[in-house]
């Protein structure tokens, strides 16, 4: 299975979809969640760490999230609340 087409920008599908070929693509290798991948947040099975940790990424994009002569300061807070809400 093809997780992403060479024509199509991975941008032309939704989050859900993509999120969908990867959990598809790792098959087996892929655990359900809590562990593994979720909608916007995986918690990874600590077994080599000392504890389980949670794992999210979530991009802004300047002209598309905040405006473009947004500080960097709020621009970086914008990233943070968006993937500690992803946590919560």
Known sequence: MKLFDPIKPVSSISEKELISRIRNGLGSAGLPPP??????????????????????VDSVIAGVHFPIDTSPRLAAEKLVKRNVSDVA
Do not use: H, Q
């Open 35 to 56: 562990f593994g991948s979720g909608d916007d947040c995986a918690l990874i099975d600590g077994k080599s760490l000392p504890k389980n940790v949670f794992f999210t």
